[in-house]
């Protein structure tokens, strides 16, 4: 990027913090750079808490343990252990995809169950109702494989036992129940969440899992991976197994979308982890290879570049017969690939976008925008570490404006600014980048599209962000504030 254009967009970071009092201006600068290639990492600050008063989008840990990790198990009942209002409030929000269940009969992904705190709970304390509830579940759902408890934040203040009701309850019904401590004032966001969650999966259900060496009946393979860390929004776990499967590996779980106990129980009978949101889960990867000794490797099916990439750095972790089915898959998808090329880089090349998003996608995405042409100008996470900031300067241009923990205010000043043509980020930028006048795509569940893993999902893609850039409804709109002029 040309030294002018730089100097531009480091002066507009100066005048966003000039609006901000000096001390707050003084901590947003830490968390807003212009990215300078080559350096090694993206120059932000991270996982710090955000500023009172500034309006912040992250979710908390009880988003990040029961939206995310928990929540997609298909088999499992999730009490959500509070007040109605969180649980009614995540109830269903991430279209995570299941198969060959009933819902309501083996299947509970899509049903909101709480234990619905009410003031004499507050005052007496919870414990009683949630051994109830236990009792009623087993009633009214008794093919349930194990039953979680996602903690909202009363549980945590008024210090509820949840770990020995739990206890007591899984002894008399002879499954899994997890507690999870996932109460939502704890740590800066959601992904403190994802690292409770991690952890009471490990404690119990994976090493459970080995102690007792379950499904002894289990055939292994030289070629039996794990997915980790994808969710199935819209169908994205499904569209990336085909691809895994027809190189030859055998994909024995997915976790945690369209994820199964027993799925999470052979875990640590896998050859290899991939893992696809290295944010949420990156924690059980590391913990199953120090204890057991499986690799892991983070790996991108967003984009026709991406995934011959990564097919390419699996395979070379397996032997020649891998190897070449790697290169078999993605000669049999080129010419599809190219059809998709043919038809909407014409129209998108040029274009520009700007990304704010969760765990992955800020930097996941980047190169499947590139695939159809269109220019990455601003992106960053809610709730990422400094390892994914660092992780992005591997798909991210010089000059690129990096933020992290944006607030409300800050995105609206850099659309009016950048101008882009197409804004990426979560249902709560959505209406007002709208209203300004900008497309956009939700790139949290996808805008109800999907899935977009795979080269399958890279069609549907390319025709989402057709469908949103080319719309002619943006040649008819004006501002509000656009109107008296």
Known sequence: MDAETKAARKQLVEEVLAEYPAKTAKKRAKHINVYESPNPDCGVKSNIKSIPGVMTVRGCAYAGAKGVVWGPIKDMVHISHGPVGCGQ????????YVSGGVMGVNSW????????????????????????????????????????????????????DIEAVSKRKSKEINKVIAPVRCEGFRGVSQSLGHHIANDVMRDYIVDKAVAKNADQHFESTPYDVLIVGDYNIGGDAWASRILLEEMGLRVIGQWSGDGSVAEVENGPRAKLNLIHCYRSMN?????????????????????????????????????????????RVIAKYQPMVDAILAKYKPRLDGKKIMIYVGGLRPRHVSDAYSDLGIEVTATGYEFAHNDDYQRTTHYIKDGTLV?????????????????PDLVG?????????????????????WDYSGPYHGYDGFAIFARDMDLAVNNPVWKMHKAPWKKGA
């Open 283 to 327: 924690y059980i990867c590391r913990h199953m290879e120090e204890k057991y000794g499986i690799p892991w490797i983070e790996y991108n099916f967003f984009g026709p570049s991406q995934i011959a990439k990564s097919l390419r750095a699996i395979a070379t972790l397996f032997d020649e017969k891998i190897q070449e089915g790697a290169e």
């Open 109 to 160: 992904v899509t049903m909101q169950i709480t234990s619905d705190f009410q003031e004499k709970d507050i005052v007496f304390g919870g414990d009683k109702k949630l051994d109830k509830m236990v009792d009623e579940i087993e009633q009214m759902f008794p093919l349930n494989k194990g039953i979680s408890v996602m903690s909202e934040c009363p549980v945590g203040l008024i210090g509820d």
């Open 403 to 419: 933020y992290d923990d944006a607030s409300e205010f800050e995105l609206e000043r850099f659309v009016q600014a950048l101008r």
């Open 425 to 445: 980020s979560g249902i709560k930028e959505k209406y007002g980048t709208q209203k300004m006048g900008v497309p956009f795509r939700q790139l949290h569940s």
């Open 89 to 96: 409030y995540s109830w269903a929000q991430r279209r995570n």
